[in-house]
């Protein structure tokens, strides 16, 4: 089971927003882009992720789908936590071949709260 539809970023024009303008977070298999709305009343709109993985981490697509699927569902568990109004895009380094579920949920929590996306933090 994928995001809900309302936390996807879909058009190619959002991924390229937050790239050339998002604040970047880095772990050893992960790397966080996030772009915070802009102030106009966009904030109250839910939070979008993205996904972004390359030949590079394996040239095979059932292994990068099956990362995919776990950082799916890392986000899945942390969509209650985070604040509304971001567009965040995960890029997947090619280590991360040889992470699992509760290395991925760790990471990702900690790029979270770097990026001051979850609430509280």
Same mark, same amino acid.
């Given at each position: ?43 109250? #709109?839910?939070?979008?992720?993205g996904i972004s993985i390359?030949?590079?981490?394996? $040239? !095979? *697509?059932? =292994?990068? &789908? ?32 040889? #992470?699992?579920?509760?290395?991925f949920l760790r990471e990702?929590?900690?790029?979270? $709260? !770097? *990026?001051? =996306?979850? &609430?509280?933090?």
């Amino acid at each position: 089971m994928g995001l809900p539809k309302a936390h996807r970023l879909k058009k190619r024009q959002d991924y390229r927003a937050v790239y050339e303008g998002g604040i970047r977070r880095y772990s050893p298999h992960l790397t966080l882009i996030a772009l915070q709305a802009d102030r106009d009343g966009l904030a109250s #709109c839910s939070t979008t992720f993205g996904i972004s993985i390359s030949k590079k981490v394996s $040239k !095979k *697509a059932v =292994i990068r &789908n099956r990362i995919k699927r776990q950082i799916q569902g890392v986000i899945r568990t942390k969509l209650k936590a985070v604040d509304p109004g971001w567009k965040v895009v995960i890029v997947i380094k090619p280590k991360a071949i040889e #992470c699992k579920y509760e290395h991925f949920l760790r990471e990702l929590e900690e790029l979270l $709260k !770097k *990026a001051k =996306i979850i &609430n509280g933090h």
